[in-house]
């Protein structure tokens, strides 16, 4: 993005008034480019965008005019997910193209832009702009708008409002929430305005890195390429990681560990039909790359590839860092952790003297680069499938005409070199708390994918606080019961649910190999109706978020599971080839000496209508979670064990008192079918490095509160009636 003014995106759901804030916007000098405008534009008659519409959907959406039936198309396309989904396909790309232009004939002398569409989120396109702002309004309002300004019934309106994610889905991705519920919006537009207008250049350097200084030219990588496939193959890669951590250990007061790394290797990867071949070399100079290329290719009996120049693709992060910790001094971090053990000491002391026995205290940050060049052939076919078939449910094969399948990419080679740079910090806090022989510990981390910047006062005070409050309260805590009993996970207890008892089975590798509950049922319904599960790689600053993933595929928001039917899984370029569909920007490695697979990134359980406040009231008995610990999960199964770090009894929709050692016990697929009750917050998640096949990656989970109407409850209680 070069523009010299700032660019706004602006989103709302479907009425919540976002064109109203657009003429605010307006007034006050800004050029706004609709997209409900450009959709107009690109499906006008005689346009080539309303040739596709008629010849996907049928001349019956036009009117007798010629034009396009809106209504028509609505009627048919909102109560249809696969229809939504190929209308979105059909128009987006042609709209995005139609806005980029108008964008780009605006005069230098232009106030700003804002770009006012209602799918920046689902389109994987929020991350990109000077500043991303959401109008929200009551739903109670929304609806009313839709019926008065449609002419819709109340059902037909609902069905609009739930083909759009939640407004609490967009929060996550905004700089500022704007509540157009008939309020005065003057005085928080100036702010943000002032806001925007003294630091959006800046912003934008951080969010549209300039290419990093690369430890090899572009010619030098094509070069490596092209020996590496010059025995065949229909795909070649070069992996190229730099790498700097720093990680400190405080246990009661003392500093006992104090490690700093830099790494630096680079690794290749062949693939030739089913087979993959691989090689990864430390600290390698250009000679050892060619040499290591020319292994992997000797077995090759193929044709050489002559490769175009490679062309570079430049993404924006969705974690730009105002401070990087590699330019932070070891003793500011030293103070850090000094700090805030002195901070758990002081508080604990307040609130329970003398009940405090140890503080541990862990602070760690990495900054990863690295780059990545790829070359793939585009005359190749999915292995194994006939070019007009796709991979479809039962496992089996179906017409590639039924999906919304990409067509292949004309004759030749596709060359590419992409970037990134990923910062992670974290700070961990481990308190033990005890009343003679009983101890208890508490655990709280704070950590995002941010510069030192992440630490500030206020989150740190939190982190510590919240430590020090589970370890004391855990000591007057009571046994918890056993039995089967309602469960209500509150949005607090983050995502360990999802990410392990379902999250892994959607992983396509799993699926593929049979491993997983949710092999062969895509299309199926596998959950309970109004369940989303997404995994997000652009939301800002979380911690498994990326401007693109290890195969140099851009970050996506990816529905997994849409209102209970599976609609596809995370994919790697491998899986995806093998399934005849496109890559998800889920292709992730812990390092340069690992294969790429299948990740989740960022999963979450999508928020629903419910307020938790009532979900909580109508609850007669059962347990309340806050906190989640660790736990094991089979992947084939889908049975799973979570240990709970803080809980509730809950009697009349009142919390009685807290409880320990409870554990949750039940399978992820069964829970998914079971949910009535989904919450409409969705603010917490839980971060964590997730383990598969011998790697480490950075992850984050979360699901707003939900009720799981029976959950095997372990615990050392005497055990209480079951209630079902």
Not at 122 to 128: I, L
Not at 356 to 376: F, H, K, M, N, P
Request: charged share 25%.
């Amino acid at each position: 993005m070069d523009h010299p003014f700032p660019v706004i995106g602006l989103t709302g759901g479907i009425a919540s008034g976002k064109t109203f804030v657009a003429r605010l916007l307006e007034d006050r000098g800004w050029s706004i480019l609709d997209a409900d405008q450009a959709a107009r534009s690109v499906v006008a008659p005689g346009t080539e965008g309303l040739a596709a519409l008629a010849e996907a959907f049928g001349v019956e959406i036009l009117g007798s005019d010629g034009a396009l039936d809106r209504s028509r198309l609505g009627a048919r396309v909102f109560g249809n997910p696969k229809d939504r989904a190929r209308l979105e396909s059909i128009l987006h790309p042609r709209i995005e193209a139609y806005l980029d232009q108008r964008l780009k004939e605006l005069p230098e002398g232009t106030c700003g832009a804002i770009l006012d569409a209602a799918l920046w989120v689902e389109r994987s396109r929020a991350h990109g702009f000077d500043a991303f702002w959401v109008v929200e309004a009551p739903e109670e309002l929304r609806l009313q708008r839709i019926m008065n300004r449609d002419g819709l019934s109340a059902a037909q309106a609902q069905a609009r409002l739930a083909a759009q994610s939640k407004p609490a889905e967009k929060a996550l991705h905004a700089d500022l929430v704007i509540p157009n519920d008939g309020r005065d919006l003057s005085q928080l537009l100036d702010e943000a305005e002032a806001r925007l207008l003294a630091d959006w250049r800046t912003r934008r350097r951080r969010t549209w890195r300039m290419p990093m200084p690369a430890p090899f030219q572009t010619h030098e990588l094509r070069e490596v390429l092209e020996s590496l496939l010059s025995r065949g193959g229909h795909y070649g890669e070069v992996f190229v990681e730099q790498r700097r951590a720093c990680g400190l250990g405080m246990d009661d007061g003392r500093m006992e560990d104090v490690l700093a790394s830099e790494t630096f290797g680079a690794s290749l990867r062949l693939m030739e039909g089913e087979s993959t071949r691989f090689a990864d070399l430390i600290a390698p100079s250009l000679p050892e790359l060619l040499e290591a290329a020319q292994l992997l290719a000797a077995p090759g009996t193929g044709t050489p590839a002559i490769l175009p120049e490679l062309k570079i693709l430049r993404h924006p992060t969705p974690s730009p860092v105002e401070k990087d910790p590699a330019d932070v001094p070891l003793a500011d971090k030293v103070d850090l952790v000094k700090r805030a053990e002195l901070l758990a000491r002081n508080h604990g002391e307040a609130i329970s003297p003398g009940a405090l026995r140890q503080v541990a205290v862990g602070y760690g940050d990495s900054t990863q680069r690295v780059w990545i060049a790829s070359a793939e052939s585009t005359t190749d076919v999915v292995s194994g499938l006939r070019p007009d078939t796709t991979w479809g449910s039962k496992g089996g094969h179906r017409d590639r005409r039924e999906q919304a399948v990409p067509p292949f990419m004309a004759e030749g080679w596709d060359a590419t070199l992409t970037e990134d740079c990923r910062t992670q910090g974290v700070l961990r806090l481990n308190v033990t708390a005890g009343e003679g022989q009983n101890l208890q510990t508490g655990y709280q981390v704070l950590g995002e994918s941010k510069g030192f910047e992440l630490f500030e006062e206020e989150a740190v005070a939190r982190t510590v606080k919240d430590a020090v409050r589970l370890a004391i309260q855990a000591l007057s805590a009571q046994p918890a019961p056993a039995g089967t009993f309602p469960v209500i996970l509150a949005s607090s207890a983050g995502g360990t649910m999802i990410h392990e008892a379902c999250g892994h089975g959607l992983e396509a590798d799993l699926a593929l190999a049979g491993m997983s509950a949710f092999a062969n049922k895509l299309g199926e319904k596998v959950a309970a109706e109004g369940v989303t599960i997404i995994d997000d790689g652009t939301l800002p600053h979380k911690r498994g978020s990326a401007a693109v993933d290890d195969e140099g595929n851009p970050a996506q928001r990816v529905v997994l599971i849409e209102n209970g039917v599976l609609k596809q899984y995370l994919q790697s370029r491998k899986t995806a080839r093998r399934m005849g569909v496109e890559a998800t920007g889920n292709g992730r490695r812990e390092s340069y000496r690992h294969l790429p697979i299948p990740r989740m990134r960022n999963t979450f359980l999508a928020p629903g209508d419910e307020s938790p406040e009532a979900i909580l009231k109508d609850l007669d008995r059962g347990l309340l979670v806050k906190h989640m610990g660790g736990g094991q999960v089979d992947t084939v199964t889908g049975n799973f064990v979570f240990q709970v770090t803080e809980g509730y009894w809950v009697e009349q929709g009142e919390v009685r008192y807290p409880v320990k050692n409870a554990t949750l016990s039940g399978c992820g697929p069964e829970v998914l079918k079971q949910l009535t009750r989904i919450g409409s917050d969705l603010h917490h998640f839980d971060i964590g490095t997730c383990g598969k096949d011998g790697q480490g990656v950075p992850v984050s989970d979360a699901l707003p509160t939900i009720l799981c109407p029976a959950l095997v409850v372990g615990g050392t209680a005497v055990p209480l009636p079951e209630v079902l």
